[in-house]
């Protein structure tokens, strides 16, 4: 902890991450919340832009309403979170309670919190991707859906077979883009935690890559061992992007 007292280390910040249970605990944290936000985000995002796609009275305001969540602060928007996943007053368990279920602890459990996080996290971005799909949406020809129109398709069979391959693209690139802020998430599952900690909960139960950085370099001032974080995270990155590269490819190519 003293800057002016260093020690070459070579790779031992690099090697000890193998055998760091929190860091692989934070990994899997990172996984899961990112699964359960990004799929139904996305799968959410593209309905609501199928809808608008459509001639709407108002659609101008439905489309300013889209972007609400999404320039909204995230602290004031975790904040709101934590008193509606309150465990004795908030307002789920709250319903919950109203249909016969009984209270959750959202913040102490590991699958309701990481559950509860991914709310946060789908409530702020699903909007900004509808929008990014509707703009897609408008881009397809208009003769294709008059051609499927006359050989009978109805709406929905118009939305499998036509709308949702011209979007493979897009959807694609919303997919990689929200994988990537998944696993950079850091203030929501900071805010989240009663106390403001970067353990992500008592027993790390929500601790995110992001936060175990954090927790490394400002909290224990371990610098190295979040540098060594970092560069994992950004390794993982690459991973993501190059799979999402091959996977175009393969799909170009057919």
Not at 4 to 18: A, I, P
Not at 115 to 131: D, K
Request: hydrophobic share 50%; proline share 3%.
């Amino acid at each position: 902890t003293d800057p002016d007292s260093m020690t070459w280390v070579g790779l031992r910040n690099f090697t000890r991450l193998w055998d760091d249970e929190f860091f692989w605990n934070a990994l899997r944290n990172t996984f899961t919340i990112g699964l359960l936000s990004t799929v139904p985000q996305l799968a959410i995002a593209l309905g609501l832009a199928h809808l608008l796609n459509y001639k709407l009275r108002g659609s101008a305001f439905f489309r300013v309403a889209l972007l609400t969540p999404y320039a909204t602060s995230v602290a004031a928007a975790t904040l709101v979170f934590v008193l509606l996943f309150g465990r004795d007053y908030g307002m789920i368990n709250w319903a919950l309670s109203a249909v016969g279920f009984g209270a959750v602890d959202w913040q102490n459990g590991t699958f309701a919190s990481q559950l509860a996080v991914s709310t946060i996290v789908i409530w702020r971005w699903t909007g900004y991707n509808a929008l990014i799909y509707l703009a897609a949406m408008q881009a397809v020809p208009g003769e294709l859906y008059e051609s499927a129109a006359l050989d009978g398709a109805s709406r929905w069979q118009q939305f499998r077979h036509v709308t949702v391959p011209s979007l493979r693209p897009t959807i694609l690139f919303t997919c990689v883009v929200s994988t990537i802020g998944a696993t950079q998430l850091f203030g929501e599952p900071l805010l989240f935690n009663g106390g403001g900690a970067a353990t992500g909960g008592s027993d790390h139960q929500f601790q995110t890559l992001g936060l175990y950085l954090y927790e490394q370099g400002w909290v224990n001032l371990h610098l190295g061992r979040a540098s060594a974080i970092a560069w994992a995270m950004f390794l993982i990155l690459l991973l993501i992007a190059g799979a999402a590269r091959l996977l175009r490819g393969r799909k170009d190519s057919r």
